[in-house]
């Protein structure tokens, strides 16, 4: 089965950028989707199809996918970013839905 | 605005069955897969299965399959999953989710906590 790899944590000052990596096989052909989850809260999609936005999700917040890596990118980090984002891609040869481990953003 | 409201919490015990409920309003019921999406504690995202509200079909991973059933009622437009043969490491907030026209999961309900203990 398809397999997401994700860093465990990554950790950033505010104001800086953070960048969370998603690594697969060929992600670049696959749609790469990105979750936001905040303790005892629901995820919520902050970017998908690789880098688009749903309505109210800040600019800070934006996508790229080539190869075998995905990343979103949170610019001028904000304390209200400190989640764990989470990557989700459709594998359409076993119409399986895959998500990563998840990456626990920490803003100091 | 997209509304997911599920069931409450449940306690089991091991070896029982339970019912998640989502009950979906604010938009075409049965123009948009559900899916279902577990979370034990301390744990990431597993994705388990989805629905065709529209004709009731079926998918699930294969971690689940025979354990795993999932229905719809149209007339109240609301999805279920059922977990049969429940064991400690089923114990996990259980996410009904709407899917988008693009794979990703647009809206998700709040989450039903279930915990399987003797």
């Known amino acids: 089965s398809y397999v997401l790899t994700q860093s465990p944590s990554v950790s950033v000052a505010p104001g800086q950028t953070a960048t969370i990596t998603c690594g697969g096989n060929?992600?670049?052909?696959?749609?790469v989707h990105w979750y936001q989850q905040k303790p005892g809260q629901a995820p919520v999609v902050v970017v998908y199809d690789d880098s688009d936005r749903p309505s109210g999700i800040p600019e800070r917040f934006s996508g790229s996918n080539s190869g075998n890596t995905a990343t979103l990118t949170i610019s001028r980090v904000e304390a209200g970013d400190e989640a764990d984002y989470y990557c989700?891609?459709?594998?359409?040869?076993?119409?399986?839905?895959?998500f990563g481990v998840g990456t626990k953003v920490t803003v100091l | 605005q997209v509304h997911l409201v599920q069931s409450g919490a449940e306690v089991k015990k091991p070896g029982a069955s339970v019912r998640v409920s989502c009950k979906a309003s604010?938009?075409?019921?049965?123009?948009?897969?559900i899916h279902w999406v577990r979370q034990a504690p301390g744990h990431g995202l597993e994705w388990m299965g989805w629905i065709d509200p529209n004709t009731g079909g079926t998918h699930c991973a294969q971690k689940f399959q025979g354990r795993v059933n999932m229905t719809r009622d149209t007339s109240i437009t609301t999805a279920s999953l059922e977990v049969s043969g429940l064991q400690s490491d089923d114990t996990a907030v259980y996410y009904c989710?709407?899917?988008?026209?693009?794979?990703?999961?647009?809206?998700w309900g709040q989450g039903s906590l279930v915990i399987v203990s003797s």
């Open positions: 989700q891609v459709w594998d359409s040869a076993t119409d399986l839905y895959v």
């Open positions: 060929n992600i670049g052909s696959k749609s």
């Open positions: 989710a709407k899917e988008s026209t693009t794979t990703f999961f647009d809206s």
């Open positions: 604010q938009y075409t019921f049965i123009d948009s897969y």
